[in-house]
């Protein structure tokens, strides 16, 4: 390794500048901002970009936009995102999460939980992965002030430092994890293809195509519900724990490792391959999946309803359970509980209805869906794979451990 220098933020080489944020780029926001009004809203048209669609990924998440009219979104053309615009949470749960605005609309905002790093005199992709590195991020965290809701100010985020190598170097960083990013992301997308398929057969098979003489039947008689749980007798020492917020639509955001003496009181359902979880509480947030192959010290918590198919293809199971029109049927009957929070009973899925088809359509379509998830099981796989050596070479790429060049 060549000669190196101390900063605030670790050791880089010796050729490398450290440039301020001042110095670098623009920093904007919606400071002193009121909101919106309902009236404001639109199904269509410009669209504001909050901490909910900015998930540490260099991809933002686009399931849940907010649009405004034109007339408000028009009102603040200084915070108007363009191609190439690196946004950081700054406020809430998602606090110092990156993301990188890549065009995808035409027209789009902020709301007040984000700002901009725009204007980027280097590369913005490296700029991402700066902010998103170890270094990066432990150098933003440091900053976090607030009292009851955490914060980082805008005011002090111009004080931050980072590496500024040649050109030529970040853009040959940015472009190696960049390449990464993308097959993780490609990998993400042929699931998402993969299920949407699964569900569309689903449909046309036993929705549209349903006979008025298949017999009727209870999810009860076919399942279990909650059958394996932790006891005082457990040998294992740690668990890798699975809370509902760290599930949703079938991906699994990571899991949190606990020594089981000390492991949260929900932390006791047992699960095995190719149990259907679905959370018990709040529905409509689609907190559910269904669990591959899983090791003996993944634990998951108590507010899912662990569904064990017995007698009946779990994919079935799976795609009735969490289609449209039944996550909105299970959220009415979870906003009408006793209880402090909507919530379902494990007896509330056991009860549900479906028509029963013939054997030979039900087992056509095991016999896809299998196929279907086994390659889903196998891109999550590669996805881990890919994630972890992205993690791994994202620190030595921005210290200059790795030194890479770039040919383009």
């Known amino acids: 390794m060549s000669e190196q220098q101390d900063t605030s933020f670790g050791k880089i080489p010796k050729e490398w500048n450290v440039v301020k944020f001042s110095d670098a780029l623009k920093i904007k926001g919606r400071i002193g901002w009121k909101g919106y009004k309902t009236s404001d809203l639109r199904e269509y048209g ?43 949470v700054t406020r809430g749960n998602g606090i110092g999460d990156v993301g ?68 030529n170097t970040q853009k040959a960083i ?25 569900e569309t057969l689903f449909r046309q098979w036993f929705v549209e195509e349903a006979q008025e003489d298949w017999e009727t039947a209870k999810i009860g008689a076919f399942c279990k519900t909650n059958t394996l749980s932790v006891t005082k007798d457990t040998t294992l020492k740690t668990i ?7 599930l949703t639509e079938g991906k699994i955001d990571g899991f949190q490792i606990f020594e089981m003496s000390s492991a949260p009181s929900r932390a006791r359902r047992i699960v095995k391959h190719n149990d259907v979880l679905i959370s018990t509480v709040r529905p409509n947030q689609k907190h559910y999946g269904i669990i591959k192959h899983p090791d003996e010290d993944i634990i998951i918590s108590t507010g899912f309803c662990v569904i064990t198919c017995e007698k009946i293809n779990p994919h079935f199971i799976y795609i009735f359970l969490t289609s449209k029109e039944m996550t909105e049927y299970l959220h009415s009957i979870a906003e009408a509980s006793t209880t402090t929070y909507p919530s379902l009973k494990p007896s509330d899925l056991e009860i549900l ?56």
Not at 179 to 194: A, C, E, F, G, P
């Open 240 to 246: 890798r724990y699975l809370d509902t917020g760290s």
């Open 174 to 198: 940015a472009s190696i994890l960049s390449s990464l990013d993308d097959k993780i992301d490609l990998l993400h997308r042929q699931n998402q293809t993969l299920e949407a398929m699964a």
């Open 100 to 167: 990188r605005f890549n065009g995808e609309y035409h027209e789009a905002t902020i709301n007040p939980s984000v700002v901009i790093f725009s204007d980027f005199s280097g590369d913005s992709k490296f700029l991402y992965y700066f902010l998103s590195s170890p270094q990066g991020n432990d150098q933003i965290m440091s900053m976090e002030g607030g009292s009851s809701i955490p914060a980082l100010y805008q005011g002090l985020l111009k004080t931050l430092a980072l590496p500024f190598p040649k050109i």
């Open 46 to 88: 410009p669209v504001v970009i909050g901490g909910v669609n900015i998930k540490s990924n260099i991809y933002l998440d686009y399931s849940t936009l907010t649009h405004l009219s034109r007339e408000k979104y028009e009102e603040s053309p200084e915070i108007m995102l363009k191609k190439g615009d690196v946004l950081l």
């Open 353 to 408: 209805e479906f028509k029963l088809p013939p054997d030979a359509r039900l087992n056509a379509f095991s016999e896809y869906a299998d196929n279907a998830w086994n390659k889903i099981e196998y891109n999550h796989n590669q996805i881990h794979t890919l994630q972890k050596f992205r993690d791994t070479l994202l620190p030595k790429l921005m210290n200059g451990e790795v030194r890479v060049e770039y040919n383009k």
